[in-house]
Nanobody, 117 residues
Framework: VQLQASGGGLVQAGGSLRLSCAAS????????VGWFRQAPGKEREFVAT???????NYKVPVKGRFSISRDNAKNTVDLQMNSLKPEDTAVYYC????????????WGQGTLVTVSS
């Protein structure tokens, strides 16, 4: 499975961006998919995840502002980000195929989100 993250860019605080994770492979729909981010000088952190059945979970600071969704017919998982804050600035990565004890097996290359104050 290959993942391609896109949609990053520069936005003012309070604005919105929609990230998309496009995947190759016919089994993508059976995978849990997560979004992570890494800010400069910080460790990568979890942002949101969606299971194959559509159940979602969010990091507390983004809950209510971000929304994760998937379209299995298109092999995509999107992250809608609203009310963006400067602290949301980071490289955002998507990942697929969570395996207990090992984490996510497949990772995309990342897309940069910069939120100006």
């Amino acid at each position: 499975v290959q993942l391609q993250a896109s949609g990053g860019g520069l936005v003012q605080a309070g604005g919105s961006l929609r990230l998309s994770c496009a995947a190759s492979g016919r089994t993508f729909g059976s995978y849990a998919v997560g979004w992570f981010r890494q800010a400069p000088g910080k460790e990568r952190e979890f942002v949101a995840t969606i299971t194959s059945g559509g159940s979602t979970n969010y990091k507390v600071p983004v809950k209510g502002r971000f929304s994760i969704s998937r379209d299995n017919a298109k092999n995509t998982v999107d992250l809608q980000m609203n009310s963006l804050k400067p602290e949301d600035t980071a490289v955002y990565y998507c990942a697929a195929d969570y395996q207990a004890g090992m984490g996510y097996k497949y990772w995309g290359q990342g897309t940069l989100v910069t939120v100006s104050s």
